[in-house]
């Protein structure tokens, strides 16, 4: 990765580039009782869309944190010599 390139999905190991639906999203029942409602599938999509992004925003800070820290140490050292 160089100083202006982010990361592409899967090149961060810490977080995983495909999410599986969370252990909480998937035992949910909706209030009419059945594991198949149509809006239990779909509230479970749209949080399952919202915890990808949050996710890549996450890639996202962390290279923007790393590339901040290379910054600030590169201008440190010239400012040294």
């Known amino acids: 990765m160089t100083g202006s390139q982010l990361p592409a999905d899967g090149e961060n190991d810490a977080m995983p580039a495909q999410i599986a639906p969370s252990p909480e999203t998937s035992s949910l029942k909706c209030c009419c ?7 239990l599938r779909h509230n479970n999509a749209i949080l ?12 996202m800070g962390q290279a ?17 010599s």
């Open 33 to 39: 009782g059945s594991h198949e409602c149509v809006l």
């Open 48 to 59: 399952d869309h919202v915890e990808r992004d949050v996710h890549q925003a996450a890639r």
């Open 64 to 80: 923007l944190l790393a590339r901040h820290e290379s910054y600030m140490a590169d201008t440190e050292r010239d400012r040294e």
